[in-house]
């Protein structure tokens, strides 16, 4: 008897290491971003289809060269509350304005490829600030919380902006990992100079979003992977994927939101979008479906429908 307990105790602590190896390395594999870097570099996971639409894309390939070649944004910093700088690139708008974008990119991304939305706003009179993302681009930590903690650096150039500018009229914009964030943000305490959010393409929770690619993307089973993958990141002091969760962030939301997202979208799953727009307590809310559109391409997929019902939707507060 007392062997087999032994043997089984033995079995379930194997057990129980090989999940948190397994664990281990989904962690490092999604969340630290010098190995995205690499795994881009080599092609891993590529999309053929996907880099075929962004090469030919002029809408996409002209913001880049506009942003590089002409808006040259200058780099912002702050010491965040995080402990450390943060940095953002900023455009000032062409003629003395109040009226401010906060442009919010997304997962392994830099603020280059939110080039196109911060060309807009540009062009409508903005200043526009982009921030760089936790993990991402200039910051010293190479692990990213998926918005968890980026919300509170987003928070932080918001009173940067008042601070520096007390009449501001702010909106945030954000494209997936950027929409988590901007949604996230409005759960917080932020001034009221905050007047409206675009959340294109966000998903209700990191949680259900790791869940959904475990199942759907690389066919292996959520449990245990994405458990022990998040008792990881609760030990090494990153974040709770359960904490990480919009869905409970526009519960208390007071920021009029506009909820965007593409109906072919497989990365972050279209239907995440309805139970955002439900949980919201924002007076005003919207959300806008684009056909054809997959993940993060809704603004090129209908430029026209897009930019419209942005445009639509935030004059009624500037």
């Keep these: 008897m007392k ?20 664990g281990e390395i989904m962690y490092h594999c999604v969340l630290n971003m010098d190995i995205q870097l ?13 880099e075929k639409f962004w090469a030919e894309c002029e809408l996409y390939q002209s913001g880049i060269s506009w942003y590089r070649e002409e808006a040259k944004p200058e780099i912002l910093t702050i010491y965040s509350r995080l402990g450390r700088d943060m940095r953002a690139d900023f455009i000032p708008a062409d ?27 540009h062009t409508l009179g903005y200043n526009v600030i982009l921030p760089h993302m936790v993990g991402h681009d200039s910051d010293s930590v190479r692990y990213c ?35 988590a964030t901007t949604m996230l943000a409005t759960g917080e305490e932020i001034p009221d100079n905050v ?3 675009i959340a294109d393409c966000g998903y209700t929770s990191c949680w259900d979003e790791y869940e959904y690619q475990a199942k759907q993307m690389f066919h292996i089973p959520a449990f245990p992977v994405v458990h022990y993958a998040n008792v990881v990141s ?11 969760a919009p ?13 965007i997202h593409g109906e072919d979208d497989d990365f972050v799953p279209y239907h995440m979008m309805q139970p955002l727009y439900e949980s919201c307590a924002a007076p005003d809310k919207q959300t806008l479906s684009v056909p054809g559109s ?25």
């Design 3 to 22: 062997k087999s307990v032994k043997a089984a105790v033995g079995v379930a602590a194997g057990a129980t290491a090989a999940a948190l190896a397994v």
């Design 38 to 50: 690499w795994a881009a570099k080599k092609g891993i996971m590529r999309n053929p289809e996907e």
């Design 95 to 121: 003629s003395p304005s109040d009226n401010w974008a906060i442009v919010i990119h997304g997962y392994s991304a830099d603020t280059a490829v939110m080039s196109h939305y911060a060309w807009k706003y």
């Design 145 to 179: 919380s998926m918005g968890y903690y980026d919300k509170l650096v987003i928070v932080d150039w918001i009173n940067y902006i008042v601070n520096k500018n007390p009449n501001a009229k702010i909106l945030m914009h954000g494209v997936s990992m950027g929409s």
């Design 195 to 197: 007047v409206c959010a």
């Design 234 to 244: 609760k030990r090494r002091k990153n974040f709770d994927f359960r904490k990480c």
């Design 247 to 259: 869905i409970e962030a526009v519960k208390k939301s007071k920021t009029p939101t506009l909820f």
């Design 294 to 318: 997959f993940h993060a391409n809704a603004a090129f997929a209908n430029n026209e429908l897009y930019w419209s019902t942005v445009e639509q939707f935030i004059s009624k507060y500037f």
